[in-house]
């Protein structure tokens, strides 16, 4: 089995920037792709950011040019930084992986516990 245990959320203004750390244990050589969830109240659960194990990013339109996804191979941990963040990015952050090459939809096999991030003056 693989745990995944996320850190870094918080409160944050508008505008400001927040750090996502994913840290990865257990089976990790299981692990290729990575990526970020976030899940707002009432709404639908939107992939928002993946990176393979070879550093290959892809990411949501509604956060292209202000998130930016990476990883430590050697850390066993996924990054999310978030930059000029918006109140409609408040929503609870989850870390996720795949065994498969790349993560899309939701073919992820593990799973964190999520971490709150809210935007608000």
């Known amino acids: 089995q693989v745990q995944l245990v996320e850190s870094g959320g918080g409160l944050v203004q508008p505008g400001g920037s927040l750090r996502l750390s994913c840290a990865a244990s257990g089976k990790i050589f299981s692990i290729n792709a990575m990526g970020w969830y976030r899940q707002a109240p009432g709404k639908q659960r939107e992939l928002v950011a993946t990176?393979?194990?070879?550093?290959?990013?892809n990411y949501a339109d509604s956060v292209k040019g202000r998130f930016t996804i990476s990883r430590d191979n050697a850390k066993n941990t996924v990054y999310l930084q978030m930059n000029s963040l918006k109140p409609e990015d408040t929503a609870v952050y989850y870390c996720?992986?795949?065994?498969?090459?790349?993560?899309?939809?939701?073919?992820?096999?593990?799973w964190g516990q999520g971490t709150q991030v809210t935007v608000a003056s």
């Open positions: 996720a992986a795949t065994k498969r090459l790349v993560l899309v939809g939701t073919g992820y096999d593990y």
């Open positions: 990176v393979t194990r070879g550093g290959s990013t």
